[in-house]
């Protein structure tokens, strides 16, 4: 039997899937970056709070892009949770505690010789004449809507120019123009912080952005303090996650760094005090599709890169995501599901048994965490749990609380435990007031009056858990264990 792929970049990455059934399409039909690539994978495999019809399906790569003729798209990598796991050697309802893991253990990047960075096998210079980021990179505009083409899953590398410690964060980047891109920043980003303190000397500072990179680095970088503060350079997590450091190498035409095996790499500098309109060019009012399904707001004064050079492989692969899709599930929600494993394990060992960031709240607005009461005193304990989840994490607004037979995977196995474990007027909690995410249309006071700022949310925890006193009443019915391969063999190959 031919063995796996070892998964350490991109292509490796589209090597594994490729080898196994119904994960990963190609399409020689010619596509426009504008608008069609997500309108395909919308119906292919998408998911997530895209609006509906839409589904789970495989990864795809456009080969034959409209006006970029060396040049691929890939979409869907991890817009799947059982591809993440096959990504990642792991299984799916574990991937919280492989991330949870990798964060107690991790290892630090390295930077490797220009020889034996990939990422630098062609070079284009800002000063050339034909240079144009627009023509370079086959961003795909989403919608007809959006402000521009947008880099989707670059992954944004700068240090703090006090500390010198570096982060990697994703962030939302509009192409501009031939050399300038918008970035957008959620308040609190680490790489925003790095720029404040760049901005208040007068100064630039530089950033790279690594495109098309091994899946692990793009789960990592969605961790979030606490779990990870200022200073903690998350590229230590896929390091560990592989268990092997993460390569770098300097940049040509800046003092940072970027990652060796990337499939593009940006080079540029985030200008002080320079700000421009998001939607400058197309003036519709709108970025483009973000994470809980609706098109986000185009922001009227956002800071820019000015890019010094882009540098790629050969016949390079641009990876994007659409915003919506189960791809940001798996990239914000794993690492919130590690964090609040990490967190109340520490509070209350053995009690919470897994949690999972619902597709439904684009994995950032709603957790199911499965909790196990074995003693009188555990009740009330797992809203306990809840709470230190929403005091971590700002950006949930609801949890639901399941027992530990229920599956939390399983939106039906929980709506279940809703309408037989749960009676509204005394299992639900209000926490109203609470700073939550800005991009939820609904916190706002148009929506309510009861909200005082645009971005405050009544959290809400729905506890359908059992009391303990009542455990015995509540009993699932038992079936007989059987092994149904022997019965549907084309419908099991693995024995109970």
Same mark, same amino acid.
């Given at each position: 039997?031919?063995?796996?792929?070892?998964?350490?970049?991109?292509?490796?990455?589209?090597?594994?899937?490729?080898?196994?059934?119904?994960?990963?399409?190609?399409?020689?039909?010619?596509?426009?970056?504008?608008?069609?690539?997500?309108?395909?994978?919308?119906?292919?495999?998408?998911?997530?709070?895209?609006?509906?019809?839409?589904?789970?399906?495989?990864?795809?790569?456009?080969?034959?892009?409209?006006?970029? !003729?060396?040049?691929?798209?890939?979409?869907?990598?991890?817009?799947?949770?059982?591809?993440?796991?096959?990504?990642?050697?792991?299984?799916? $309802?574990?991937?919280?505690?492989?991330?949870?893991?990798?964060?107690?253990?991790?290892?630090?990047?390295?930077?490797?010789?220009?020889?034996?960075?990939?990422?630098?096998?062609?070079?284009?210079?800002?000063? =050339?004449? =034909?240079?144009?980021?627009?023509?370079?990179?086959?961003?795909?505009? /989403?919608?007809?809507?959006?402000?521009?083409?947008?880099?989707?899953?670059?992954?944004?590398?700068?240090?703090?120019?006090?500390?010198?410690?570096?982060?990697?964060?994703?962030?939302?980047? %509009?192409?501009?123009?031939?050399?300038?891109?918008?970035?957008?920043?959620?308040?609190?980003?680490?790489?925003?912080?790095?720029?404040?303190?760049?901005?208040?000397?007068?100064?630039?500072?530089?950033?790279?952005?690594?495109?098309?990179? =091994?899946?692990?680095?793009?789960?990592?970088? %969605?961790?979030?303090?606490?779990?990870?503060?200022?200073?903690?350079?998350?590229?230590?997590?896929?390091?560990?996650?592989? /268990?092997?450091?993460?390569?770098?190498?300097?940049?040509?035409?800046?003092?940072?760094?970027?990652?060796?095996?990337?499939?593009?790499?940006?080079?540029?500098?985030?200008?002080?005090?320079?700000?421009?309109?998001?939607?400058?060019?197309?003036?519709?009012?709108?970025?483009?599709? $973000?994470?809980?399904?609706?098109?986000?707001?185009?922001?009227?004064?956002?800071?820019?890169?000015?890019?010094?050079?882009?540098?790629?492989?050969? /016949?390079?692969?641009?990876?994007?995501?659409?915003?919506?899709?189960?791809?940001?599930?798996?990239?914000?929600?794993?690492?919130?599901?590690?964090?609040?494993?990490?967190?109340?394990?520490?509070?209350?060992?053995?009690?919470?048994? /897994?949690?999972?960031?619902?597709?439904?709240?684009?994995?950032?607005?709603?957790?199911?965490?499965?909790?196990?009461?074995?003693?009188?005193? =555990?009740?009330?304990?797992?809203?306990?749990?809840?709470?230190?989840?929403?005091?971590?994490?700002? !950006?949930?607004?609801?949890?639901?609380?399941?027992?530990?037979?229920?599956?939390?995977?399983?939106?039906?196995?929980?709506?279940?435990?809703?309408?037989?474990?749960?009676?509204?007027?005394?299992?639900?909690?209000?926490?109203?007031?609470?700073?939550?995410?800005?991009?939820?249309?609904?916190?706002?006071?148009?929506?309510?009056?009861?909200?005082?700022?645009?971005?405050?949310?009544?959290?809400?925890?729905?506890?359908?858990?059992?009391?303990?006193?009542?455990?015995?009443?509540?009993?699932?019915?038992?079936?007989?264990?059987?092994?149904?391969?022997?019965?549907?063999?084309?419908?099991?190959?693995?024995?109970?």
């Amino acid at each position: 039997m031919e063995k796996a792929p070892t998964v350490h970049d991109l292509r490796s990455a589209l090597a594994l899937l490729k080898a196994v059934p119904g994960q990963l399409i190609e399409t020689d039909e010619p596509v426009n970056p504008f608008a069609e690539i997500s309108g395909v994978y919308r119906h292919v495999g998408a998911g997530g709070t895209v609006a509906r019809p839409t589904r789970k399906g495989p990864a795809m790569i456009f080969n034959k892009v409209k006006g970029h !003729e060396n040049a691929r798209v890939a979409i869907g990598l991890l817009a799947s949770r059982e591809r993440v796991a096959l990504l990642l050697n792991s299984a799916p $309802e574990c991937l919280g505690f492989l991330l949870k893991a990798a964060v107690l253990q991790p290892i630090a990047p390295v930077t490797v010789s220009p020889a034996r960075a990939v990422c630098q096998e062609v070079v284009h210079y800002a000063g =050339d004449p =034909d240079f144009d980021i627009r023509a370079l990179l086959p961003a795909p505009t /989403n919608t007809v809507e959006d402000a521009g083409p947008y880099i989707t899953l670059g992954m944004c590398y700068a240090s703090d120019p006090e500390t010198g410690e570096s982060d990697v964060t994703i962030h939302r980047l %509009c192409l501009q123009s031939k050399d300038e891109i918008s970035m957008y920043f959620v308040p609190g980003r680490h790489l925003d912080v790095f720029r404040c303190k760049a901005e208040a000397a007068g100064k630039p500072l530089p950033i790279s952005v690594s495109i098309g990179v =091994d899946p692990a680095i793009a789960i990592a970088a %969605c961790f979030e303090p606490p779990t990870t503060p200022l200073g903690f350079n998350e590229l230590s997590i896929a390091g560990s996650i592989r /268990n092997k450091a993460v390569e770098l190498v300097d940049c040509l035409s800046i003092k940072e760094k970027a990652i060796a095996h990337a499939e593009y790499v940006i080079e540029g500098e985030l200008l002080p005090d320079v700000r421009v309109a998001e939607d400058q060019h197309t003036n519709t009012g709108k970025a483009m599709p $973000e994470f809980p399904g609706y098109t986000g707001p185009a922001n009227r004064s956002l800071p820019v890169i000015k890019v010094k050079a882009i540098t790629h492989r050969r /016949n390079p692969i641009m990876q994007s995501c659409i915003g919506p899709s189960e791809e940001h599930v798996s990239m914000a929600g794993i690492p919130t599901e590690a964090s609040i494993l990490q967190m109340t394990e520490r509070a209350m060992p053995g009690r919470v048994l /897994n949690v999972y960031a619902h597709a439904a709240g684009g994995g950032k607005y709603m957790a199911v965490l499965q909790f196990k009461k074995t003693v009188p005193a =555990d009740e009330g304990r797992q809203r306990q749990a809840a709470l230190i989840a929403f005091a971590a994490f700002s !950006e949930l607004k609801h949890i639901i609380l399941v027992d530990e037979d229920v599956d939390i995977f399983d939106s039906n196995d929980v709506l279940w435990a809703l309408n037989t474990r749960y009676q509204g007027d005394v299992d639900t909690i209000f926490i109203p007031g609470v700073r939550c995410h800005p991009l939820d249309p609904s916190q706002s006071p148009e929506f309510s009056p009861s909200i005082q700022d645009k971005g405050i949310s009544c959290k809400t925890i729905f506890d359908c858990t059992v009391p303990f006193k009542l455990k015995r009443k509540f009993e699932r019915a038992k079936f007989l264990d059987i092994d149904p391969s022997r019965f549907a063999p084309g419908l099991f190959t693995n024995s109970l």
